[in-house]
Structures are given as C-alpha cells and as structure tokens.
C-alpha cells in the first residue's frame, strides 16, 4: 500500500486517455477481455477507472496551451486501473489456488507437519540449554560461564535484545516504520512558485473522486440531520463507506473439496512461469541497462526463481504477514 504510493511511472508518451477509453469500449484488444469483465470485479475497480478516464479526458482536451500532463502516476493507481497490471494480480491468484491444491493433495508433508518438526527441534535444543549442554556451559569454571549456565538454566527466562532507533531511543518490538513516516511526513516541502511545481509521492496519489453507495451516504446524512448520530460514528462510517466497493456483489458459491483440474493446472503453471521466470521479450543490451535479468535462450526450458516469484506476489498485495506459512 504505502510503497506503491510512493513508486510513481513515467511513461515516454502521454496515451492514459486513449488506453483508458478501450477499456470502456465494446470492442476491446483480446488481451483486455479477461480482466475488463465488469461483473466479476468489484465495483471500485470500474468507478475508479471511470473517474480517471474522465480526468485524464478534461485535461488533454484544455486548449491547445494549457493541455495538462497525466503522468507521473503512483503504482498503487496502476496496479487498479491498469488491465496488464490487473491480470498480472489474478496470476498471481491462480499460482496461490494451485500452490494450495498441490499443498492439500500431494504434498509429503504440509506446513502444520513442518512446524511441528521445527516446534519439536526447538524444544530438544531448549532442554540441551536447561541441562547445561551447551558451549557456554562448558566454560563452567570461569565466572562468565558461570553466570551465562545460570541465565541459561533458568527455566521459562527468555532474553530479547533492545531494538535502538537512529536517536539511540529503545523502541520495543523493534518495529519503527511508524517513526519513519512521522519523521517523513513532518519534513517541510519546498514550496511550488509560478516558474517550478514541486510536488511529492502523496500529491499524486490522492483522487479526484470519491466513490460511495448512496444509501450509505443517506443514512449519515440523515442521522446527523436528526441529531440521532455523533460525529465520531459519522466519521467512522464514512471511512469505511469505499472497502464496501472493494468486495464483489455476486460472486460465486464456493464448492467444498474442489479436486484440482486442468484448468487450475494450467492456470497455476502459467502464471508460475510468468511471474517467476525470467522476462523473455527483452533484448540483452536492455537487460544490461535496465539492470535486468538475461533474458532466456530456450523458452522451452524455463527456469522459476522462487524468491523472485515470492518478491513478486508480495509486490501484487497477495502475500502479507497474516498468510504467510499458508
């Protein structure tokens, strides 16, 4: 989320109205049929491109002098109203689906039998530490290992190193990327004069149009009018009103214990490929320059790079902390 608002795109041409108008036309690329089907995406995803595309329209039809630029655009932005980009996300589904299909039937031992080994492994190497079996322990005595076999057999102790910022403040838990974004956003920026614009990563982000259901809307509306809601809930329940557009509003009925097809097969080994191996349409001079990975030489022999394809769906929001292990 806040790192693709931050990564902002230059195209070399200003084509965002054109490439957003095929989008809404009845005669769409085959590319862009798979991911402009409408109905099967959540409502925010169309109301967000329509209200780009409209945008994007009122400023390349200004007069001819005060035509305004579309670009630079955050990724975040792209990865929503951009087709190419969105069907490289559902990829990245269908490797997941396929990915737990082969976890489920094939697998010779699941995640839960792996943590359990390692759970199990730990324990033997804390009871070595309580009994005294260590490296530590075995320079008894001298008063260093005195005191480290003391520590040691102390059942139930656990030691956790302090975590120091840049200021050498103690932070616990170790986590301060909520510091760096109050130091960032408490950074004056250099004010735009009539002869320079100057704007940063968040300017670029923010949208012209908001998108909400209109019942939603009238309930706030008419409850503060009526005095029957404070101001804390109204700002509560307009904060929440655009995740209701995120979700889809028909979607299909799960059917338990699916066996994998060969369709889910398919799907999952091209979108595998695609977003582990390396690019293929790419000169080696490009690569070079760019700072690319070689392209390949045989396509019938593709190489997948499992950190590459794990980097890769943690870029597209597929993988997060809560389904990691999954």
């Keep these: 989320g806040d790192a693709m608002d931050n990564i902002l795109i230059f195209p070399g041409h200003e084509y965002t109205n054109e490439l957003l108008s095929r989008q809404l036309s009845s005669s769409q690329p085959a590319k862009m049929e798979e991911s402009c089907q409408w109905s099967k995406l959540p409502p925010s995803v169309f109301f967000k491109l329509a209200s780009n595309y409209y945008v994007a329209n009122h400023r390349r039809t200004l007069p001819k002098k005060g035509k305004l630029l579309t670009v630079p655009t955050p990724l975040s932005r792209e990865m929503v109203i951009n087709p190419y980009l969105r069907i490289m996300k559902r990829r990245g589904q269908h490797v997941i689906i396929a990915i737990k299909l082969w976890h489920r039937y094939f697998a010779k031992k699941t995640v839960h039998d792996i943590r359990e080994s390692q759970k199990q492994q730990q324990q033997e190497q804390n009871l070595a530490h309580v009994n005294g079996i260590t490296t530590k322990a075995s320079f008894s005595g001298t ?184």
Excluded: C
């Excluded at 809601?229 to 509003?249: C, I, N, R």
């Design 143 to 326: 008063m260093a290992g005195a005191s480290s076999a003391s520590i040691n057999s102390s059942p139930g102790l656990e030691l956790s190193t302090p975590v120091f910022s840049r200021n050498n403040s103690r932070i616990n838990g170790g986590d301060n990327s909520n510091n760096r974004k109050k130091l960032h956003s408490s950074t004056p920026k250099t004010p735009s004069t009539s002869n320079s614009w100057n704007m940063v990563a968040n300017d670029f982000s923010k949208p012209v149009f908001t998108t909400v259901y209109s019942a939603d809307l009238e309930n706030v509306i008419q409850g503060l009018s009526n005095q029957q809601m404070d101001a804390s809930t109204a700002v509560q329940l307009l904060s929440s009103m655009q995740q209701k557009l995120e979700s889809t509003p028909v979607g299909r009925r799960p059917i338990p214990a699916t066996l994998p097809t060969e369709r889910t097969v398919y799907q999952g080994i091209l979108g595998l490929t695609l977003l582990g191996s390396r690019p293929s349409a790419l000169t080696l001079s490009d690569s070079r320059i760019m700072k690319l990975p070689a392209p390949h030489q045989d396509n019938d022999r593709l190489r997948i790079s499992k950190k590459r394809l794990i980097r890769v769906l943690h870029s597209l929001g597929l993988l997060t902390e809560e389904n990691s292990g999954q």
